[in-house]
Structure formats: C-alpha cells, structure tokens
C-alpha cells in the first residue's frame, strides 16, 4: 500500500518537497550539532534539557490520544468511530517517531543509544520510557496496517489482532504516565516532584491529541471526499471538552498547593513562569497567551451551541492546541530547571539551530502524517469505488 503515497497531482508534491526542503535545512543544523556539540543550542549545565526534550513531552500526549477513538470503537462498539479510527492511528505514528527524534537529536552522542538495549537497567525510567515508546510504535503500525489491509480487501479483520487493539489501549496510557514518572521521579525538581503530574499530562494529552485530530479530520473532508462523520467530530469534541476542564482543574490544583502553602521551593518556579523571577520574564509572556487559549477554549467548548458549530469549533480546537503546547511544550520543561537546586536562575532560550533542528523534525511528522493519511484516502476511495 505504500505505493499509494508516491503518487498524487502537482499540488501534493508542491506540499511534499517544500516540507522536504524544511526537512534538509535542519538535517544540516543537526549535522553542525553533531560535529560542534549542544553548545549551538541554549542548553547549559543548568539547564540541561530544553525545547528537544519539551517537545518530546508535548508530542507523547499526541500520541497516547489515539486511544479516545480506539476504545470507543473496539471496546464499547462504538461505530461513529469507524472512519476516525484509523486517522487516530497513524497520528500516533507520527507522533510517536517525532518523539524518538526529539530524543535522538537531543543526545550529544546519539549512537550510544543502543546502550539502553545492550545494557539494560531496569531500575531507570529512561529505560521503561524507551520499552514504551517503541512497543506503542510497534502495536500502532501493526494494528493500522492488519485494519487497512482488511478494509482493502473487504474482509473482517482476523480475530488475533483484537487482543493486541485492545493491549494497546493500557499502553496509550503507560507511554504518558512512565514520561510523567521521568519528571516526577527527580528529588531535586520541586516543580515536578508532585503526584499530580501523570493525571495532568494525561489530562492535557486527551484534549491537546483528539483537538489536533478533529482539525486534521476536518482537514481532510475538505479536501477529499472522505468524510469521518459529523456524529464523530462532534463526539471528539465532547471527549476535548471534558479533558481540558480537567487539565485547567489540575492546573488549579497545583497552583493553590505551591501558593497556600508559601514555601519557597516549589513558588519560585511558578514566579518564573507567570511573573518573573530575578529580572528573568522570558516565559511569562508565553503562559499569560497559554491562560488566555484555555479560557477562550473553554468559552467555546463548553457552550453545545459554539461546539457544534465547525466555524468556533476550529477556533476552540486552536486554542485548546497551542495553550497546552506552550504549558507543556515551553513551560512545563524549562521551568522544572529555573531556579536550579542551589536557588540560581539561569537564562535559557532556545537557538536559531536548535529552532531549526525542531521545525524540520516537525515537517517529518507532517510528512509521515501526509503519507500514511494519502494512503487510507486511497483504501477508502478504492472501497466506495
């Protein structure tokens, strides 16, 4: 079926080699950073992951969102899902692999990653981390592939891969929780040292994951004559609202536990972010945007009226995406590093290369995304043929 992507009109190419020509220009920063070092990019002593690794964390909840519409579908037989299944699945593809190369082109060495797996340490979260990604990748692939084929050929899927759809429901789960165990596992990072974390990323991934899918799913009805279903959409954005509450109620929640309390440690990290600390603002502008998302998305999606309508339904679904990438993909990160354990703020802001690097690492999701979306357009085309 992979021939299906290799062929389109002028205008898919256009989108293909321009998202290529992205790809090229930060294949090179990468190959400055491979023979220079991380000394190209903001990172320091202090400060020793930065926008890599906060995309990584961002894109890992895109990808556990997969399991909104798969365990609709394939546990309670909910047949509005049908036609959005697959496009969850092969948005978890591609998220899953931008978040392997967020992690690789992070790494000062990148070869010595396969010292995880030559030597393992199962004491390391790093290690579950890594088990975890790969396997979700794994079952994904699997999965979409088996369904597709069946579909193509118009025959039901075997009744083998039903136990690995419904493992990987767990799964979805596990790859956000164990990232959120990578964070709050650090003794000496008050801001992330808080049992919270892994229901708020979890939180955040179900409505910042089916938000980007319903864009991507409203995307495709206008330019081809797929069309998953308003019931679908609809349900989904039901599925946004509800997870967006509850991620705005964790935020709350740890906000009203580091402000009562007053204790040092865990307030300065969240001056930092919203107000300041010692001179040092870059982030507050950014969360102060990410508040206003939130509340606009929630204006919208919590009104049925605004929420059913696809005009303010695009809108809402904007906001709920960029106000949760700023949290999570800016803020959640950095912040965890400033101040550092000794009290002391370090300044960190990511570089043109190290901007670079990550926008082409996101043209290769778009890329993916383009590829494996032309694909079941194909299959279903083929199907009403």
């Keep these: 079926m992979l021939e299906k992507a290799l062929s389109g009109n002028r205008t898919y190419w256009t989108w293909i080699f321009f998202l290529l020509a992205i790809i090229g220009a930060g294949a090179a920063c990468w190959f400055w950073q491979l023979n220079v070092g991380l000394t190209i990019t903001g990172l320091s002593r202090d400060v020793v992951w930065g926008f890599y690794i906060a995309q990584f964390t961002f894109l890992v909840g895109v990808a556990a969102s997969a399991v909104m519409v798969v365990l609709p579908y394939y546990l309670h037989n909910y047949k509005a899902f049908g036609k959005m299944t697959i496009l969850g699945e092969f948005l978890a593809i591609a998220a899953v692999i931008m978040c392997m190369t967020f992690i690789f082109v992070d790494m000062g060495r990148p070869d010595r990653i396969l010292n995880v797996f030559l030597h393992p340490t199962p004491h390391s979260m790093m290690f579950w981390d890594t088990i975890a990604l ?43 929780t164990v990232t959120a165990f990578l964070y709050a596992g650090l ?10 974390l892994a229901p708020r990323f979890l939180a955040s991934a179900f409505a910042a994951g089916p938000a980007l ?22 349900k989904l954005a039901e599925i946004v609202t509800y997870a967006m509450i509850l991620n705005v109620f964790f935020v709350a929640m740890e906000l009203f536990t580091a402000l009562y309390s007053d204790i040092p440690e865990h307030v300065h990290h969240f001056q930092f972010l919203f107000t300041g600390l010692e001179g040092n ?15 606009v998305s929630l204006v919208i999606l919590i009104n049925p009226a605004t929420r059913r309508s696809e005009t303010t339904l695009i809108l809402g679904c904007i906001a709920v995406f960029f106000s949760l990438w700023i949290d999570k ?40 995304v383009t590829g494996l979306y032309k694909i079941a357009l194909e299959v279903r085309g083929q199907m009403k043929a």
């Design 281 to 295: 603002s870059t982030l507050a502008p950014w969360m102060w945007l990410s508040v206003l998302l939130a509340v």
């Design 213 to 234: 899918l319903i864009l991507l799913a409203l995307i495709v009805r206008r330019i081809s004559s797929f069309d998953p279903g308003r019931e679908a959409i609809n």
């Design 187 to 196: 003794a000496a990072r008050p801001f992330w040292l808080t049992a919270i």
């Design 329 to 368: 993909g800016l803020g959640m990160v950095i912040a965890g590093f400033v101040p550092n354990p000794l009290g002391q703020v370090v300044e960190y802001a990511p570089t043109l290369p190290e901007l670079t690097i990550s926008l082409a690492i996101y043209a290769g999701g778009v890329l993916i």
């Design 134 to 176: 790969g396997g979700y990748l794994v079952l994904n692939i699997l999965i979409s592939r088996v369904t597709l084929s069946s579909e193509r050929r118009g025959i039901a899927p075997p009744k083998w891969i039903r136990p690995i759809i419904i493992l990987s429901i767990p799964w979805a789960v596990s790859i956000h």
